[in-house]
Structures are given as C-alpha cells and as structure tokens.
C-alpha cells in the first residue's frame, strides 16, 4: 500500500488525508502535538459531501515520519516557508506535492531539497469544525501537474490515487494554465470578499447598475488575464466564467481570505495578490485595480491593531 | 425673514438653533425624529462645543404645519433629499431651497422640486448627543452660490448674511461648484479607504502605497472636475496632508467608516458615484472611484446577505 504524508491539517489537508487514508498508509504531521493526538485518538471526521472517519496516523515531529512515496504540503502559503524547513533533510525517497494558493510554493519548497515535485491546485473547500472533524463543502476538483524531475504520468498516478480515494482530481501536462486561472479567479474573488465582507454569490456577477460589483470584478479578471498573456500563459479556464458559474452554484462560499479578515488573521494576500502584482510590475503591464485591492486589504490587516 | 432647516440632524440643528437666535428671523426645524422635535418644542435645541447655545426654532415632523418660507436649508443625508424635498417643497414655492449637504447632485434633485436653489457647501461638525442637544464639534465657513440663472445672487447674499450674523459665517459666491467639489473630492478620496480598511485618516496617509491609492482618486476628482470647468478653491492634495496631522485629524474615524461599524447606510452614491456619474457626462473616465464605489456598495449588500 502507497505511504503517503500530508504535511498540514487546515480543512484541505483534512479533506485530502482522510479521503487517502482509505486507499493508503496515511500520515498527518500537524503543528500542534494536541492536534497530532486528536486524530490519532479519535480519527478523522468528514461530514457535508462525504460521510467517514478515517483511521490515520499523526504527528507533529517531522523525525517521527515515516519514509513515504508521497509528501502533499497541505499548509497555507504563509505557513509554507517554515514548513519546508522542518522537512528538510528528510523524506528523501518522497515525491512532493505543493498544492497552495497562488504563485511561487514550488520554488519555496524547491529550495529546502532535491525531492521530486509535482504541483497542484485544488478548487475543493472545507470548514474544519475541530482538530477532528472537517466538513466537506465543495467537491470540486484538484489539478495536478509535473514542475522538477517528474512527468505528466507522475501527475496522473497521483490523480488516480485521489480519485480511487472518492476526490476529483485530472492530470495536466503543464499546470501553469489551470494555476493562472485559479490566481486570476483567487485574487479577484478573495480580495472582493475581504474588502466587502460579501461571501461569493450573485452579488460578483450582477452588472445591471454601474455601481454592480460585477463591473469590478470584471475589471480586475481582464487586468489579471493581461498579465497571464504577457507572462506567455494561454489561461485554461476563463476566471470570469468560472466566476459566473461558481455564484451559481446555489450555496454560500465563504473565500478563506474573507474568513482570515472577519477572525483577524493575516491573509495569503501576499502569495496571491502579491504575486500577481508583481508578476504585473515586472512584466510591466498595469493593474491599477488589484493594486488597489491589494493595497487595501494590506492595510485592511494592518488594521487589526487599531 | 421666514427659515426652514430641513433635517435636523447635527449639522442642520447648528443652523436652526443659531438662526432662532436673530430678532429677525423666524427659524423652523423640520425633522422626521419626533423625539428630537418634542424636546425642542420643549426644552429648545441646545448646543455645547462650539458655542453654547439654546436656540427657540419652531420643530415639527408634519410638513403640512410648515409656513411658507423666504429659505430652506436642507441638511438631511445625501439619500434622504428626494423625500424630504418632496414633502416640503410647497414651503418654498415662493422661496429659495438651499442645500448644505454632502456630496454631488443635491442640487439637481431640489431643482425638481423647487425653483429657485442655492448651491452650499458647508464645514461645521457636530453630533446629536440626545433629542433636543447637539455636540458642536467643528466651527467652520459656509458657502453658497446660485445653482442656476433663476436664483438671484442677491437672495443667496441675504441668506449668506443671516448665518453669518446668528454665528454661523456664510459667504455668497457666484460659482459654489470650487469648495463644494474641493470637498467631495476630499470625501471620497479618504472617507471610504477608512471605512474599507478600518484604518483611521492618519493611518491611511501615512501608509505610502494607500496615500498613493488616495492620490489615485484625487487626480480623478479634478480631472472631473476641469472637465466640467469647476476651479478648485484649494487643492484637496493640501486638505488631505493637512488633517492627518496629530494635531488636526490623525485620530479621525472618517464618518463612513463609523457608518459601516454601525451597519448605517453610508453616502457613497453621492460621493465616489457622484464622480463616476458627472465624469462620464463628459466621457472622463474614474476608474479607481468607480472600484471603491462597487465595493462599498458591497459592504452595504453583506449586511443584508441572506
């Protein structure tokens, strides 16, 4: 059976590690040890699309981890960096699966060891109720691509694992597309969210007055589609269809960057927003509009001192 | 002389009580909160700060008790003035309608209703304590101008005149449209970065990437503004500078920030929309003030989010 770690146990890392653990062996390294041996103790709980307890092993000492096949970092872009570190060294025969927001973890994780790497984005979402427990509310699709010393068959293998395992999931040979769309989409649909305090819905598509967020949210996609086409990449998926479809999905979103505002946290602003506006800037295509909601959700969680 | 403030919140409370003080004048004070109006009829209207004063005006909230009158002014919120005007317009059939609101377009809905209008722009703050007492918080000019050819010059300099000798210092101008825009554009440039951030007017300008932002609608506001041949009275660049020191307004919540803490409907339709509206009358596009309108008409769309 496939051994597989999932490095971090926010609601995506939950969902991915107690779906896997009804195919392989699977191993949770948490950061916090009373999270480690909540799972270990009481398993894992998935509610919403799926209904199971998974039965997995945890930890929170990265020396405590078996050698695996695979490695998913699972963590948060802000966490990604530190979490790399403590990996490093370790886990030598493992391929790594980076599967954050935004730009750049590939290259994060890249730096802390030689692993082979796959990249993926994932458009499935969770709400962790508890160490234990995650509902799962979106069932929508993870895409996997290779990025160092893997091929789009490495890609397809962990595909067909998640999808054994009851996830979707598809294989790409390049994965730059699909993660642009998902950039474009994230930096729009978050940074509305967090400014306005609007879970995504209907309100992200109307365009019948001219004070309708739709315009805006227009605007900041063909900003962010001019910055994919200089940056050479041919998008995948159009960010506002999949805007439009996903406000009609018929249920609330709540876009965790709104989630990281309403509870004061600091936000992957700088890996999603960030990114694209510097990718904007270097390539030297203007984007007043994300500046804009950049700057203001920078200064939004400065604002948490006030 | 016959006076009518229509709407008396803080700002208008600061007209009626002092002009009820000139031999004169006969003041009234017409506002849809009856408990303010009964403990005017009362105890008078009273004011501490600025000036400590307990005014006579006539209160009512039946515009059908109203006399006819020589003015109004109206100080009601931007999105009030359509029904306040329209309930006490036969008041000032004879009469000329000032407005001392904020915002763009003030003028144009009175004009609907009334003939004869008086562009005004004023700065005096304050805010209602209690039914019947009014903080005076900010002493400050007044400026009026004739809105179009129909209302002589002579009349705003006769109302001009009265505020100034009962306290309150107006100054009659040809052409109003200079402070008043000075002042929207002021508004809008800063009040809803607060309000999006939570950040107060210090804050926000001592942030370089979000002064900058500010600077943004600033440079719209004028290009609107010379656009439509208006020449500012100063540059609101200066104002801006000017209040986020700690001795002027550093500490400032800008008042749309305190309305959406508070879930109040916000001005945002005559500020940033206003921009928006008269700049494409003459095809000047505002971007960035079009963005911010959108979203703060989001935040207001999340407290009713379903």
């Known amino acids: 059976m496939t051994r597989i770690v999932v490095a971090g146990a926010g609601a995506i890392g939950s969902l991915l590690a107690a779906h896997l653990a009804r195919v392989a062996e699977v191993t949770v390294l948490t950061r916090r040890g009373e999270h480690a041996a909540a799972l270990r103790e009481q398993g894992l709980r998935v509610s919403g699309r799926a209904d199971l307890t998974a039965e997995l092993d945890a930890t929170d000492d990265p020396a405590a981890l078996p050698e695996a096949e695979l490695v998913i970092l699972a963590c948060k872009g802000t966490d990604l960096e530190p979490l790399a570190a403590r990996l490093e060294g ?15 973890a590939e290259e994060v994780v890249a730096a802390h060891g030689s692993w082979p790497l796959l990249s993926a984005v994932t458009f499935m979402s969770g709400t962790r109720h508890g160490d234990a427990h995650v509902e799962y509310v979106l069932d ?13 068959a490495d890609a397809r293998r962990v595909a067909e694992l998640l999808e054994s395992a ?18 474009v989409f994230n930096a729009t649909v978050n940074g509305v969210a967090a400014l306005t305090g609007l879970s995504h819905d209907f309100h992200f598509a109307e365009t019948e007055r001219p004070s309708d967020l739709g315009h805006l949210v227009r605007d900041l996609v063909d900003e962010g589609k001019a910055v994919a086409a200089a940056a050479g990449i041919d998008l995948h998926d159009d960010p506002w269809e999949m805007n439009v479809l996903a406000t009609r999905r018929g249920h609330r979103h709540f876009p965790s960057m709104l989630e990281d505002v309403e509870a004061r946290r600091p936000t992957e602003l700088e890996s999603i927003n960030g990114s694209l506006v510097r990718e904007a800037r270097r390539l030297g295509v203007p984007t007043p509009l994300q500046t804009a909601v950049y700057r203001l959700v920078k200064a939004r969680e400065a604002s948490y001192s006030e | 002389m016959r006076i009518c403030v229509v709407g008396c919140g803080a700002v208008g409370s600061l007209f009626a009580a002092n002009l009820s003080l000139l031999e004169d004048v006969e003041a009234w004070a017409f506002d849809l909160n009856e408990l303010h109006v009964a403990a005017i009829r009362r105890d008078g209207l009273r004011l501490s700060g600025g000036g400590d004063v307990v005014g006579h005006p006539r209160a009512t909230s039946d515009a059908a008790e109203l006399p006819s009158c020589d003015f109004g002014i109206v100080a009601t919120k931007a ?21 001392v609101q904020n915002g763009l377009g003030n003028e144009e809905t009175l004009a609907r209703h009334v003939e004869r209008v008086i562009r005004g722009t004023t700065f005096p703050a304050g805010k209602l304590l209690e039914p019947g007492h009014v903080q005076w918080d900010v002493k400050g000019e007044t400026t009026f101008g004739p809105y179009d050819a129909r209302t002589p010059l002579v009349e705003v300099e006769r109302l001009a005149d009265a505020c100034t000798r009962a306290g309150m210092p107006a100054a009659a101008v040809e052409d109003a449209r200079g402070p008043q825009w000075r002042k929207v554009i002021f508004n809008a440039s800063t009040n809803p970065i607060g309000a999006l951030t939570g950040l107060t007017h210090g804050r926000v300008c001592e942030r370089p990437d979000l002064r900058a932002l500010v600077s943004g609608l600033v440079g719209e506001g004028k290009a609107v503004a010379a656009a439509h041949g208006i020449v500012l009275d100063a540059d609101p660049e200066d104002l801006i500078d000017h209040a986020a ?24 339709d ?29 935040v207001e769309a999340a407290w009713t989010q379903s």
């Not at chain 1, 598809?170 to 950039?183: G, H, M, T, V």
């Not at chain 2, 999105?79 to 407005?99: N, Q, R």
Request: glycine fraction near 10%.
């Open chain 1, 90 to 104: 370790r886990l030598a025969g493992a391929t790594v699966m980076t599967i954050q927001n935004g730009l750049g």
């Open chain 1, 140 to 152: 929508t699709a993870t895409w996997i691509g290779p990025y160092r010393e893997t091929t789009e």
């Open chain 1, 166 to 183: 009851g996830l979707k999931a598809e294989a790409f040979r390049d994965l730059r597309p699909a993660q642009w769309s998902k950039l």
């Open chain 2, 79 to 99: 999105m009030h003035t359509e029904p306040a005007i329209a309930a006490t317009a036969h008041a000032f059939a004879d009469g000329c309608v000032a407005t």
């Open chain 2, 245 to 268: 020191k700690p001795e002027v307004a550093y500490d400032h919540k800008a008042s749309m920030l305190q309305d959406v803490e508070a879930r109040r409907p916000t001005e945002i």
């Open chain 2, 270 to 298: 005559f500020l940033n929309g206003g921009i928006v509206r008269f700049g494409r009358e003459l095809g000047v596009p505002a971007p960035l003030n079009e963005a911010i309108w959108a979203l703060v008409k989001g």
